[in-house]
């Protein structure tokens, strides 16, 4: 295969080990950049595992809460209190760039840092577990909001891993077993042609060195 696909001469010899070079350094960089990447990978892992829990948790005992209210205030009451919030929210978003890969970081800003204007309404005509679940929801926001972070992240470094595994996968089973096959094919051509070159001129010699005789 490799005869049929390259030109057993000096020059492309040194083409192809210098690629070979190449190659295998490259392969040396995405090897690591790989097991970099999978050690990080299994720290955002171990992250979500822990906010996911927390997350849930959280929006388990909020839910609860608002059950409960929802049980002891009318439905009227309730989505009135609801209705026009005090509090706002303003969502931003940055990257940052883990070997290659750029990962959202979110953070928030709220339009007073007042704890109390999370309730959007008066405390006469409420009951404590309405204010316990939206307590307990404004706590839970800043996981969730690292939770989306960290799985985003997740996602786009499971992606890199794949696409760097293919490209190793590629050098280390494809270009550079092929570039070491040409290069062993060429290099045996060449010392056939130099073991041939060295009999023809053997030959021409002992030519020379008989007619030379005979001559005499």
Request: no cysteine; proline share 3%.
């Amino acid at each position: 295969m490799a005869g049929k696909t390259v030109t057993p001469t000096r020059m492309v010899l040194n083409q192809l080990k210098g690629r070979l070079k190449t190659a295998r350094r490259g392969h040396k960089l995405l090897k690591d950049k790989r097991d970099e990447l999978m050690r990080q990978f299994m720290d955002v892992v171990r992250e979500n595992k822990v906010l996911r829990e927390r997350v849930e948790e959280g929006l388990t005992a909020a839910f609860s809460s608002l059950q409960i209210a929802s049980a002891i205030m009318s439905p009227e009451m309730l989505e009135q209190a609801l209705l026009y919030p005090r509090q706002s929210v303003e969502l931003n978003m940055k990257y940052k760039n883990i070997m290659s890969v750029n990962v959202p970081q979110y953070s928030f800003t709220t339009k007073n840092n007042d704890p109390s204007e999370i309730y959007p309404y008066g405390f006469a005509q409420t009951s404590g577990e309405l204010d316990d679940a939206l307590d307990q929801m404004a706590r839970v926001f800043e996981d969730m909001l690292r939770l989306a972070e960290v799985e985003k992240s997740m996602q786009l470094m499971a992606q890199e891993i794949e696409k760097t595994r293919r490209r190793v996968n590629a050098l280390e089973y494809v270009m550079i077993p092929e570039l070491e096959q040409n290069i062993k094919y060429i290099t045996m051509k060449l010392e056939e042609n130099e073991n041939s070159t060295k009999v023809r001129l053997l030959k021409v010699k002992e030519m020379v060195l008989q007619n030379a005789h005979d001559f005499h």
